[in-house]
């Protein structure tokens, strides 16, 4: 009995040191994201579950920081060993700046492997966004466009029709249309700078068109010299002298904004892909615009300009892994941007997917109407105040704001741009 009783015991140890190594042995990832939407959240969430109940030995880990707190506070974040192990990124010359600081893992031998296996499910479109000299630094996530969202009882009651709105002259004499019966034309966000910044951005590409932005990238020509920068913070600031926004829009948030927009309190709205739904979020009764009552138009042309209304300006968006990322990480990355996972999420109204074939999801009207325009897009161009990397992009959205605001003239901003860009 005593020695039932040992071996027992002794059973009883090695299964409790057996589940102790297991517990020890599972592999945490990571995850740091920067989404604040409950219904896009609870959507991951349900994806991780699934995923750690398939890999017992992986444990996926969500986190989270508030998006101005993230820009802050990552590249600290980084370089210590609480760094996440895959993390948003936006692309563009902010993640060449993180891959050149070695805290990234180089992705390309990886998804090139077995012929490019896991590169090749992706549109191209989205893989060129996240690398650079050919070299592979996050995996696509989606793509999106900025175009214009309207109120269509408020268009119909001044009497505008959007799909004249083609051209920037037209745009103006709208706006002076729409302050003239009453209402608020745009509600704008200066408060976070950068969503003013879309409209400087635009001007420029439509003006200039891609060999000269492309130019102020490389520092190559006359840079951000070039009199198609001078002259879109020329058109920016008649925009600003009608005075379109709503009153103290220099302080209201992206959030505050799009609230407005979803009350009803403005005409327009220059927002992502995903408006419909984020101006639903913010409204103060949490439903805002009815669908049917939300029209969408593209960026118009400048007459005389080189740019396209095709050429479309907005995110190509990825998940970049830290160099000591555990190999679990990219296994979950798989995963997580499948095709059947990026259908999911299309289906939820969350992004316009990147994985060949998952286009098949996106069922919202609006959504299949951005989702067309970047198809026939003529010149994807990223986000300029991500593009052009963090300290460039700082000054872009600030310059923007005080254009459009009368406080700069716009050759004191393109100087500003060009002793910046000195500066890279």
Same mark, same amino acid.
């Given at each position: +009995?005593?020695?039932?009783? =040992?071996?027992?015991?002794?059973?009883?140890?090695? @299964?409790?040191?057996?589940?102790?190594?297991?517990?020890?042995?599972?592999?945490?990832?990571?995850?740091?994201?920067?989404?604040?939407?409950?219904?896009?959240?609870?959507?991951?969430?349900?994806?991780?579950?699934?995923? /750690?109940?398939?890999? *017992?030995?992986?444990?996926?880990?969500?986190?989270?920081?508030? /998006?101005?707190?993230?820009?802050?506070?990552?590249?600290?974040?980084?370089?210590?060993?609480?760094?996440?192990?895959?993390?948003?990124?936006?692309?563009?010359?902010?993640?060449?700046?993180?891959?050149?600081?070695?805290?990234? +893992?180089?992705?390309? #031998?990886?998804?090139?492997? /077995?012929?490019?296996?896991?590169?090749?499910?992706?549109?191209?479109?989205?893989?060129?966004?996240?690398?650079?000299?050919?070299?592979?630094?996050?995996?696509?996530?989606? +793509?999106?466009?900025?175009?214009?969202?309207?109120?269509?009882?408020?268009?119909?009651?001044?009497?505008?029709?959007?799909?004249?709105?083609?051209?920037?002259?037209?745009?103006?004499?709208?706006?002076?249309?729409?302050? #003239?019966?009453?209402?608020? *034309?745009? @509600?704008?966000?200066?408060?976070?700078?950068?969503?003013?910044?879309?409209?400087?951005?635009? $001007?420029?590409?439509?003006?200039?068109?891609?060999?000269?932005?492309?130019?102020?990238?490389?520092?190559?020509?006359?840079?951000?010299?070039?009199?198609?920068?001078?002259?879109?913070?020329?058109?920016?600031?008649?925009?600003? !002298?009608? %005075?379109?926004?709503?009153?103290?829009?220099? !302080?209201?948030?992206? &959030?505050?904004? $799009?609230?407005?927009?979803?009350?009803?309190?403005?005409?327009?709205?220059?927002?992502?892909?995903?408006?419909?739904?984020?101006?639903?979020? /913010?409204?103060?009764?949490?439903?805002?615009?009815?669908?049917?009552?939300?029209?969408?138009? &593209?960026?118009?042309?400048?007459?005389?300009?080189?740019?396209?209304?095709?050429?479309?300006?907005?995110?190509?968006?990825?998940? @970049?892994?830290?160099?000591? !990322?555990?190999?679990?990480?990219?296994?979950?990355?798989?995963?997580?941007?499948?095709? %059947?996972?990026?259908?999911?999420? !299309?289906?939820?109204?969350?992004?316009?997917?990147?994985?060949?074939?998952?286009?098949?999801?996106?069922?919202?009207?609006?959504?299949?109407?951005?989702?067309?325009?970047?198809?026939?897009?003529?010149?994807?161009?990223?986000?300029?105040?991500?593009?052009?990397?963090?300290?460039?992009?700082?000054?872009?959205?600030?310059?923007?704001?005080?254009?459009?605001?009368?406080?700069?003239? *716009?050759?004191?901003?393109?100087?500003?741009?060009?002793? #910046?860009?000195? =500066?890279?």
């Amino acid at each position: +009995m005593y020695r039932t009783a =040992l071996l027992s015991g002794a059973s009883a140890i090695i @299964a409790s040191l057996a589940a102790t190594g297991a517990a020890q042995a599972q592999t945490e990832v990571r995850w740091m994201h920067i989404e604040t939407d409950p219904g896009y959240l609870e959507v991951w969430e349900d994806m991780v579950e699934e995923y /750690n109940a398939a890999n *017992p030995d992986v444990n996926v880990t969500m986190q989270f920081l508030e /998006n101005e707190a993230f820009k802050a506070r990552l590249p600290t974040l980084l370089q210590s060993d609480a760094a996440p192990h895959l993390f948003y990124s936006w692309g563009g010359g902010v993640l060449r700046a993180q891959a050149e600081t070695g805290v990234l +893992m180089n992705l390309t #031998e990886e998804m090139m492997a /077995n012929d490019g296996e896991w590169s090749d499910s992706y549109i191209p479109a989205s893989l060129n966004g996240v690398s650079f000299d050919d070299e592979i630094w996050a995996v696509p996530y989606r +793509m999106g466009t900025v175009s214009f969202f309207y109120n269509k009882e408020i268009f119909e009651d001044v009497g505008i029709n959007a799909d004249e709105l083609t051209d920037w002259e037209s745009f103006l004499g709208a706006v002076e249309d729409i302050k #003239e019966a009453g209402y608020v *034309p745009i @509600a704008g966000g200066g408060g976070d700078r950068w969503p003013i910044h879309f409209y400087w951005s635009y $001007l420029a590409m439509r003006i200039g068109g891609q060999e000269v932005v492309d130019n102020a990238k490389t520092g190559e020509g006359e840079g951000f010299m070039h009199d198609a920068f001078v002259e879109a913070g020329q058109e920016l600031a008649r925009l600003g !002298a009608l %005075e379109p926004f709503q009153p103290g829009y220099l !302080a209201a948030t992206w &959030p505050q904004t $799009l609230g407005l927009f979803g009350d009803g309190g403005a005409a327009m709205i220059l927002g992502f892909e995903n408006t419909e739904q984020n101006q639903r979020n /913010n409204a103060a009764d949490g439903e805002g615009l009815a669908s049917d009552n939300l029209g969408r138009f &593209p960026f118009p042309e400048v007459e005389g300009g080189v740019g396209q209304v095709t050429d479309t300006l907005g995110g190509l968006n990825g998940w @970049a892994v830290t160099h000591n !990322a555990p190999p679990e990480t990219l296994d979950f990355l798989r995963h997580f941007t499948s095709v %059947e996972r990026q259908r999911e999420m !299309a289906q939820a109204e969350m992004i316009i997917p990147v994985a060949v074939g998952a286009e098949d999801g996106v069922e919202d009207p609006l959504l299949q109407e951005s989702a067309r325009q970047l198809s026939e897009s003529t010149w994807h161009q990223n986000y300029f105040d991500q593009d052009f990397g963090p300290a460039l992009g700082r000054v872009i959205n600030d310059v923007s704001v005080e254009i459009v605001s009368g406080n700069m003239e *716009p050759d004191q901003a393109v100087q500003m741009l060009a002793d #910046e860009a000195m =500066l890279q």
